[in-house]
């Protein structure tokens, strides 16, 4: 079941990054080198048409080399370069709005000769590149496109942290997209901030290029009692890194209890994960600002075999701190929660 549900997530994100609507469209990768317009270049086969993919394999030179008109598309092309696309004889690739082309670490795109404008790729009727450069990976055209910023170099689909194996930490993470990745690390810190790496893994993509969704996880035997301080660290070929942002989980070891609160920090909604439990329990819930004022108060029923608990405020609080008590047979629990409304 699990798997099934990753799966499903990748192949909506991957119809969310190729600009779908409905129903992914056809994807065009090219099976060997080959002119633009020949059907068997490609494994449909058939010539790229309206709100296709297309992806151009490393060690393939795609030639253009008659006018490619797609401006009055409905629907946008995709082209993912690997390779190289290449320009002969003054032709052009016009492309609707919303296309893109994305070139990446390896790819290229050029012309057959010397310095001349008369080759060129509109997008939007935009001129966003001609024959008088060449255009090296990595790439996007046009260079503002969102979806292009984020995919450069690696764009990473959320990074969460979960109560598993009774006292351990599970995290995990997806890749919607890696250019030139290396590898993997997870830090841990407690409230001194002071991050030491407890986790690693390589990148999962081939030669560190992918424009498929990858997932990642890996576990943390040994997390502290309190809060836990978690952050992504993505290292690329070339030695630089990035950082996701810092979510944290606090694990509250009380009388055989367990709290587990994600994401953490959150908008002010976020879900509780109780462990330990022998019996069904009525659980009287309090949010409390550092003043000590009540912001939140609910009445939850939870089971032993399914203790999770949702906590959304009514209303939006304000960037900091709150403590969250839950009340269980008379006795008070407290996990702090951080919000984040920035």
């Not at 090219?30 to 633009?36: F, P």
């Not at 055209?141 to 995919?151: E, F, K, Q, R």
Request: a negative charge.
């Amino acid at each position: 079941m699990k798997n099934e549900k990753i799966n499903m997530i990748s192949a909506f994100i991957i119809c969310i990054l190729f600009f779908t609507s409905s129903l992914c469209a056809l994807t065009h990768k090219s099976v060997a080198s080959g002119n633009w317009s020949t059907a068997s270049t490609w494994n449909a086969p058939a010539v790229p048409a309206c709100g296709d993919s297309i992806v151009i394999q490393a060690g393939h030179t795609i030639s253009v080399t008659n006018q490619q008109n797609y401006s009055g598309c409905g629907t946008p092309l995709k082209i993912i370069v690997y390779g190289e696309l290449r320009f002969f004889n003054g032709s052009k690739l016009s492309l609707p709005c919303n296309s893109y082309v994305l070139v990446l670490l390896g790819g290229k795109v050029q012309a057959d000769v010397g310095l001349s404008n008369s080759n060129y790729i509109q997008i939007c009727n935009n001129v966003e590149w001609n024959s008088n450069s060449i255009l090296n990976g990595l790439a996007c055209l046009p260079a503002s496109l969102p979806i292009c910023a984020s995919v450069l170099p690696v764009e990473i689909v959320g990074f969460k942290a979960e109560l598993c194996n009774e006292d351990n930490i599970c995290f995990n993470w997806l890749t919607a997209t890696e250019t030139n990745s290396n590898y993997f690390e997870v830090e841990r810190a407690t409230d001194d901030f002071n991050f030491r790496v407890i986790y690693a893994a390589n990148s999962k993509a081939p030669a560190g290029n992918s424009y498929y969704t990858i997932s990642y996880s890996g576990i943390d035997k040994k997390p502290l009692n309190g809060i836990n301080y978690y952050r992504l660290k993505q290292v690329d070929n070339d030695h630089h890194s990035n950082y996701s942002k810092v979510i944290s989980v606090h694990l509250a070891l009380e009388q055989g209890l367990k709290f587990l609160v994600f994401p953490n920090p959150n908008s002010g909604e976020f879900t509780v994960q109780i462990t330990g439990l022998k019996n069904d329990e009525n659980i009287t819930v309090f949010l409390r600002d550092t003043d000590g004022s009540i912001v939140y108060k609910a009445m939850h029923h939870v089971t032993a075999d399914d203790s999770l608990l949702k906590v959304s405020s009514p209303f939006k609080l304000n960037h900091g701190s709150y403590f969250c008590s839950f009340i269980i047979d008379n006795t008070e629990y407290v996990v702090r929660i951080i919000v984040d409304n920035r």
